[in-house]
């Protein structure tokens, strides 16, 4: 039988781990809606989207981990439509709603760019961008950039979009997970190879041309699956409860 952790508990190691407090975030980190105080049942996911909420209530989740939780800055405070559902179903059925957005993209271990270089074989030997939350370093095997598309594909599940040169080798990679495109200015200032994140702009195509800084887009979903994952991973190894990650697939 799986073990429980009282909420509080639970909560105090994360932020020893992910020491939230050295980031200025654009959301609330650690509890975001309170539920039960004891946690036998934990499921992980990218977003508190309605269907991983259904999903959560279908496992009996007593807590639901997520990288993107609710309480954005500059949204609406009114809980009306959408927010209105999300939170009334975790409040009818006593679900806490954990969310860690910047912590868990930088943390050296557990984070998403972490995780995504270690996929990718990625030797980090330095850190830069946004409140320092993009790595580079140099690729265990180097490669072109039409290989390291297959790469990426192959570790994601879904094929990237790739703008720039594809057929000159790889060797200094950079990336953040997510919505970093405009990182790719200072990748190039930093004489990378490429670069890579989550999503693109107009903007980026261009910058990625004329630069000849190969530029990947691998999905802002699927570049953000592994550090919420591996943080349920280690809770459930900590103290003895159930975790299952749900994957809610989203193209973008």
Not at 143 to 148: I, P, S
């Amino acid at each position: 039988m799986p073990e429980t952790v009282d909420i509080r508990e639970l909560l105090e190691y994360c932020e020893q781990l992910l020491e939230p407090e050295r980031y200025r975030d654009y959301a609330p980190n650690g509890l975001q809606v309170e539920g039960r105080r004891e946690v036998r049942r934990l499921v992980t996911g990218v977003t508190a989207c309605q269907a991983l909420l259904d999903a959560a209530v279908e496992a009996e989740a007593d807590a639901i981990l997520v990288h993107h939780g609710y309480f954005w800055k500059n949204e609406s405070s009114t809980i009306t439509g959408m927010k209105r559902r999300r939170i009334a179903t975790l409040l009818a059925h006593d679900i806490n709603l954990v969310g860690y957005h910047l912590p868990l993209d930088g943390h050296e271990g557990l984070g998403n760019n972490a995780w995504l270089a270690g996929l990718l074989g990625l030797q980090v030997t330095e850190r830069f961008g946004h409140q320092q939350l993009a790595v580079a370093g140099r690729l265990e095997d180097p490669c072109t950039g039409g290989e390291l598309a297959a790469r990426l594909q192959a570790e994601l599940g879904r094929t990237p979009l790739v703008v720039g040169p594809v057929e000159r080798p790889i060797e200094r990679l950079g990336l953040c997970t997510g919505g970093a495109q405009d990182m790719l200015a200072e990748a190039i200032e930093l004489g990378l190879d490429a670069f890579i994140s989550g999503e693109i702009s107009e903007r980026t195509t261009h910058m990625a041309r004329e630069s000849g800084v190969t530029y990947f887009a691998a999905g802002h979903h699927a570049t953000e699956t592994g550090g919420v994952r591996q943080l349920g991973e280690r809770l459930a190894e900590e103290f003895g409860i159930e975790h299952r990650f749900i994957d809610i697939d989203n193209p973008a």
